[in-house]
C-alpha cells in the first residue's frame, strides 16, 4: 500500500550504537501510539462529569456501553484486518443483514436466529478474503462491491426494505437484549468476552503473529513461510462474523431487524480503530486501543446529545475531525520514529 | 517460420485479455444498446435517451475527478460528501443569486479538496484514510449547514436543471466539455504527463525533479471542484437541497465507472473515454433491469458483481 520509499541505510544503522535521548524518545512515540486513546478518553470522560451533570449517573453510563457494543464488535473484527494492511468496508451492510436475518430466523428458533446470521455474513466475509487473497484484488474494492451485495440481499429478504422482521418475544434472542447479569447488560459481558479472546488470538496466538507478519511485510511474512492468503482469508471472514453477531445482537437489543441500520458504520469501525493507535498501513495494532477508540466515540456522541443544542449532524463533523487528526499525528509519530 | 509464430500471437490470451480491457467497456455498451433496442419496448425514444443522459451526467462528471485521482494511484473517497457540502452551500447562498451560489458551492468543494490533498501530498496520509476523513466530516457538515430538505426555488437554477440547446439538455452538454477538458488536459498538458508519471513511479517521479506534492494537492482540488459542480447539476435538475441522501455511495459509482472504463487502480494510466463509457455501460445496465421491473435490490447485486468482473479483468495489468 505504502509508497514510501524505506531507506535501507538508515534502518541498517538503527540497532547499533543509539543514544539514550533516541531511544528515550522513541518510547515515548511508541507509548502515545498505544495509550493516547486512552489518555484522550479519561480526559473526555472527566470533563463530561465535570460540566455536565447528566453524564456520570448510572443510567447514562450504562446506556452508553450498551450502545457501544455493536460498534464494538465491528471494530474488533475490523482491528484485524487493518492490522493485515486491508480494510473491509462492507460491515455496515453484513451488520444491517445480520439483525434482518436474526430477526427473520427468530421464528424458527433461537438456533437459526444466531446460526443464520453468522452463516450468510461469515460466507459473504470469506468471498471477501477469497478474491483479495488468492485473485489479489484490491481490499477497498472488494468489500465496497460486498457491501452493495449485502444491501442487495438485504432488500431482497425485505420486500425491497418494506418488510421489518419482528424478534419473537419469547426467544432465547430476546432475552439475550434485555437480561442483565450483575447489574451489567449481557450484551456488555458478550462483548467484553470477546475483546478478551480477541486480544489473546492477536497477542499470544500463532495466528495473531501471523496476522503482525502479513501487514508487517507480505513478502518477507511469505518467504518466513507464514500461510499469508489463508491468514488473510480468516481475517475477512472473521470481520464478516463480527458485522454478522453484532448485527444479531443489536436485533435482539431492539427486537426487530431494522433494515435502515449500518449506513455508514464502516467508517466509525475504521475510525475507532484508527484513533485506538492501530497503524492502516498494518503491522501495527492493539485490541486495547480499538476499545479506547470506540468508547470515545460513544462519549464524544453523548456528550454532543447533553449539549442538546447541537446538531447529532455534528457528531460526524467531530468524528471526521478527530479521525484526520489522529491520522495526522500517527504519520508524523511513524516518521519520528523511523528518523531516529 | 517467424511470420507463422507471429501470426499465432494475436489470438493469444494475453493479447485477447488486454483488447477486452481496452475495448471491452464499449463493446459493453454497445451490446447493452442493442439488447435494449430489440428486447425493451418504448426504449428507442428522444425522451428516454434524454432522461438516461441526464441521469448520468452528474456521475460522469465526478467520474472524471476520479480517474485523475486514481490515475495519480490514489483515491478520492470524498466525492458524495462533497456533492451534499456543495448542494446545502447552494441553498445557503441562493439569497446572493445563483451566480455568486454556484462560486460558493464549487470554492468549497475546492477547499475540501485542498483539504485532501495537502494530508496526502504534504503529511504522507494514504488517500484512502484522508479522504474517509473528509468524507465523514463532509456529509457532517452539510447537514450542519442545512438539517433538512429544502427547495430551491432560482429560474436560474431551473434552467440549467431542465433547459436545452437543440434538444440536447445543458447537463449533458456541460458534462461532455468537462470529460473534453479532461482528456485534453491528460493527454496533450505537462501536468497530464506529470500526473501519469507520478502515478507510474512517485519515487521515479520525485527523482526526475517532478513537482510531486504540487501535482497531487492540484488532483483532489480537482477532483473537489468537479464533484461539486456535479453536487451544483444535481440540485438544479432536482429543484432541491437535500444534504442527507444526495451523493451517498456516489464515491462506489465514480470508482465502478473508472475501473470499468479500464484505469488501472495501480495508477499511472488514466482513460477518459472508458471512464464516460463506463458511466453509461452502468447506468444502462440499471435502466434495464428497471425496465425490465426487477427490483432494486437485485440491481445492486448485479452491480456488485460487474464491479468484481470488471477489477478481476484488470488485475492482469497490474502485474504486467
Known amino acids: 500500500m505504502s509508497t514510501q520509499m524505506k531507506s535501507p541505510v538508515l534502518d541498517a544503522s538503527l540497532p547499533e550504537e543509539e543514544p539514550l535521548g533516541a531511544r528515550r524518545g522513541e518510547r515515548l512515540t511508541a507509548l502515545a501510539q498505544q495509550h493516547g486513546a486512552l489518555v484522550a478518553l479519561l480526559l473526555t470522560v472527566l470533563i463530561a462529569s465535570v460540566s455536565f451533570e447528566a453524564f456520570p449517573t448510572s443510567d447514562n453510563l450504562g446506556n452508553m456501553a450498551v450502545g457501544s457494543t455493536f460498534l464494538a464488535i465491528v471494530a474488533l473484527g475490523m482491528t484485524f484486518v487493518i492490522v493485515t494492511g486491508g480494510i473491509d468496508l462492507s460491515v455496515g451492510s453484513t451488520f444491517a443483514l445480520g439483525g434482518v436475518l436474526a430477526a427473520w430466523g427468530s421464528q424458527y428458533g433461537t438456533l437459526v436466529a444466531l446460526l443464520l446470521p453468522l452463516a450468510v455474513c461469515g460466507l459473504i466475509g470469506l468471498v471477501n478474503g477469497l478474491l483479495i487473497a488468492k485473485s489479489r484484488l484490491a481490499p477497498f474494492i472488494v468489500t465496497l462491491a460486498a457491501m452493495l451485495l449485502a444491501r442487495g440481499i438485504l432488500l431482497a429478504v425485505t420486500d425491497e426494505g418494506s418488510t421489518t422482521y419482528l424478534v419473537e418475544e419469547r426467544s432465547f434472542l430476546a432475552t439475550l437484549g434485555e437480561e442483565s447479569l450483575l447489574g451489567v447488560s449481557l450484551l456488555v459481558w458478550i462483548t467484553a468476552v470477546l475483546f478478551v479472546l480477541g486480544a489473546l488470538a492477536l497477542r499470544r496466538s500463532r495466528f495473531g503473529q501471523y496476522v503482525y507478519a502479513v501487514g508487517g511485510n507480505e513478502d518477507a511474512a511469505s518467504l518466513m513461510g507464514a500461510p499469508v492468503a489463508r491468514t488473510k482469508i480468516a481475517v475477512y471472514t472473521l470481520s464478516g462474523l463480527c458485522a454478522g453477531l453484532a448485527g444479531a445482537l443489536n436485533a435482539a437489543y431492539l427486537m426487530s431487524g431494522v433494515t435502515i441500520l449500518g449506513v455508514g458504520m464502516e467508517l466509525d469501525a475504521i475510525a475507532a480503530v484508527v484513533i485506538g493507535g492501530t497503524l492502516l498501513t498494518g503491522g501495527f495494532g492493539f485490541i486495547s486501543g480499538t476499545l479506547a477508540g470506540v468508547l470515545l466515540l460513544q462519549v464524544i456522541k453523548n456528550i454532543i446529545n447533553q449539549i442538546g443544542s447541537l446538531d447529532s449532524s455534528y457528531q460526524q463533523v467531530v468524528s471526521g475531525a478527530f479521525l484526520a487528526v489522529v491520522v495526522v499525528a500517527q504519520t508524523w509519530l511513524g516518521r519520528k520514529r523511523r528518523m531516529l | ?320
Open chain 2, 1 to 320: 517460420m517467424t511470420q507463422l509464430a507471429l501470426r499465432g500471437v494475436p489470438l493469444d490470451r494475453a493479447r485477447v485479455l488486454r483488447l477486452l480491457q481496452d475495448y471491452g467497456v464499449y463493446a459493453g455498451v454497445l451490446a447493452l444498446l442493442l439488447a435494449n433496442v430489440l428486447l425493451t419496448p418504448h426504449f428507442v425514444s428522444a425522451e428516454n435517451f434524454r432522461t438516461q443522459a441526464v441521469q448520468v451526467a452528474p456521475v460522469i462528471i465526478v467520474a472524471l475527478g476520479m480517474a485523475l485521482a486514481i490515475g495519480s494511484e490514489g483515491v478520492d473517497l470524498s466525492v458524495g460528501s462533497v456533492m451534499a457540502l456543495s448542494t446545502s452551500l447552494i441553498s445557503l447562498y441562493l439569497g446572493y443569486g445563483p451566480v455568486a451560489a454556484i462560486l460558493v458551492a464549487v470554492l468549497g468543494g475546492m477547499l475540501v479538496g485542498l483539504a485532501n490533498g495537502s494530508l496526502i501530498a504534504f503529511i504522507g496520509v494514504q488517500p484512502i484514510v484522508a479522504t474517509l476523513a473528509l468524507m465523514v466530516a463532509c456529509r457532517g457538515l452539510a447537514n450542519v449547514f442545512l438539517p433538512q430538505l429544502k427547495d430551491v426555488r432560482d429560474p436560474t437554477m431551473a434552467s440549467l436543471g431542465s433547459g436545452s440547446v437543440l434538444g440536447i439538455p445543458y447537463l449533458v452538454l456541460i458534462a461532455v466539455a468537462l470529460a473534453l477538458l479532461v482528456a485534453f488536459t491528460v493527454k496533450r498538458t505537462t501536468f497530464g504527463r506529470q500526473l501519469l508519471a507520478i502515478g507510474d513511479s512517485r519515487p521515479a517521479a520525485q527523482l526526475a525533479g517532478l513537482p510531486v506534492r504540487r501535482v497531487l494537492v492540484v488532483v483532489y482540488v480537482v477532483s473537489g471542484a468537479l464533484a461539486a459542480i456535479a453536487g451544483v447539476l444535481a440540485t438544479a435538475r432536482l429543484t432541491a437541497s437535500d444534504p442527507t441522501s444526495l451523493g451517498t455511495l456516489m464515491e462506489l459509482s465514480a470508482i465502478t465507472a473508472v475501473v470499468v472504463g479500464g484505469t488501472p487502480l495501480s495508477g499511472g494510466r488514466v482513460r477518459i473515454g472508458g471512464t464516460v463509457a463506463g458511466a453509461v455501460l452502468i447506468q444502462l445496465l440499471t435502466a434495464t433491469l428497471i425496465k425490465h421491473d426487477l427490483p432494486p435490490s437485485w440491481t445492486q447485486i448485479a452491480q456488485a458483481v460487474v464491479i468484481v468482473a470488471a477489477v478481476y479483468a484488470a488485475r492482469e495489468r497490474g502485474r504486467r
